[in-house]
């Protein structure tokens, strides 16, 4: 009989060098793939991971593409240490983008320089009160975050795509599903000239700084993880598990939030329906990639990025469809996800175990019969 057993006591090492292993199995694994495709597979990965970065331009937009994943991971991962999954990230991303956003259609033609500070706050109030409503539902319906969550991405969409087909199309835009192109105060401004490297960045650096600083120094964070981790010893140790999902899911929602008006006063520069390639998911991998520590996810997050630019440079150079991301996105969660699997549990072979037949009562005389005779 095959068996998982818990390991006494997993393999710390183990654990930070899971990411290699599975990183290493998604390109055994993609070889294949390369070789069933007709592709040479030297050749695809080298367009794939090395090409990209061979210039300047792909550097900088490997950092364009890597700030948001970063971003997104580490509010992500103070949920997931509670246990709290939070798959609505791409949701909230949405509607942070969709309030920095309004704020960027009324100040239209308006040269300040507190609408984009106003803009971001707007954007962290979205992404905040997006995550707010299944943190609500589980508190009060113990409604799983895990469905809800993913039910709001759909809705977030919706209300994007209203607005951009009606209250919020640009008049001039040909009819086309788009707000106006933002311009002046309503843009981050570029800090390296020839790319399109904005101050965002610096929100980024700033969010790995806090949230290292919270993880490793403050009691809130330790609370936090008991609270979602072991409810019951939480109560008894003063700690409320309430509190623990309220702060999780709206700390994610603020970054992812903030993540959306990175976007679109960003490299976007106006509403579209295509706001994100998919951060708000990719980002999920990126957090357990990267161990959910703030130093892990910087290197996970720019991984990610390498395999977004290797699929736009796959579809160009070896005419790939656009799902090549996504697939190797995929792999590498599930081969994460398969290591971490044995490391933290044991594979036995054991023998088959057979149900018990009762034994066939033997065929005895009664003992006046063996008397009598």
Same mark, same amino acid.
């Not at 806090?210 to 979602?228: H, N, P, Q």
């Given at each position: ?32 793939? /390369? ?9 695809? /990965?080298?367009?794939?991971? %090395? ?61 300040? %320089? ?7 706050? /707007? ?56 707000? %106006? ?23 980024? %650096? ?31 140790? *003063? ?56 130093? *892990? ?51 036995? /072979? ?24």
């Amino acid at each position: 009989m095959h068996l998982l057993e818990p390991r006494a006591n997993p393999s710390q090492l183990m654990k930070w060098l899971s990411p290699v292993i599975a990183l290493l199995a998604m390109l055994m694994v993609g070889s294949l793939l /390369f070789l069933a495709l007709g592709k040479n597979p030297l050749h695809a /990965f080298y367009i794939f991971f %090395i090409a990209p970065l061979t210039t300047m331009y792909g550097w900088s937009e490997l950092l364009i593409k890597a700030s948001p994943l970063i971003l997104i991971a580490q509010g992500l991962a103070i949920g997931f240490r509670a246990r709290l999954f939070n798959i609505g990230a791409e949701g909230q991303l949405t509607m942070g983008a969709l309030f920095g956003g309004g704020i960027a259609i009324a100040c239209q033609g308006m040269d300040s %320089i507190w609408v984009l500070p106003l803009m971001v706050l /707007f954007g962290a109030i979205g992404g905040a009160l997006w995550g707010a409503i299944p943190a609500f539902l589980k508190v009060r319906f113990n409604a799983q975050e895990t469905l809800t969550t993913l039910m709001l991405n759909y809705v977030a969409t919706f209300i994007l795509l209203y607005l951009i087909n009606g209250p919020w199309r640009d008049p001039s835009g040909m009819n086309f599903p788009q707000s %106006i192109m933002f311009e002046g105060s309503t843009l981050f401004p570029i800090i390296m000239e020839g790319t399109r490297i904005n101050a965002s960045i610096f929100i980024t %650096i700033f969010a790995v700084l806090a949230f290292w600083l919270f993880g490793s120094r403050s009691f809130l964070a330790y609370s936090l993880e008991v609270g979602g981790q072991a409810p019951d010893a939480a109560r008894y140790a *003063g700690f409320s598990a309430k509190r623990a999902i309220w702060f999780s899911l709206i700390i994610s929602g603020m970054m992812a939030g903030i993540a959306g008006v990175g976007e679109i006063a960003g490299p976007v520069g106006q509403l579209t329906p295509n706001i994100s390639p998919g951060y708000g998911f990719a980002a999920i991998i990126v957090a357990y990639l990267g161990r959910l520590n703030p130093v *892990g996810m910087v290197l996970s997050g720019f991984l990610m990025a390498v395999l977004y630019l290797g699929g736009e440079a796959a579809q160009m150079e070896l005419q790939l469809p656009a799902a090549i991301t996504g697939l190797f996105q995929g792999m590498l969660l599930f081969f994460l996800l398969a290591a971490d699997a044995f490391i933290d549990n044991r594979y036995r /072979f054991g023998a088959r175990r057979h149900k018990a037949m009762p034994k066939k009562p033997e065929n005895k005389k009664p003992d006046n019969v063996l008397a009598a005779s």
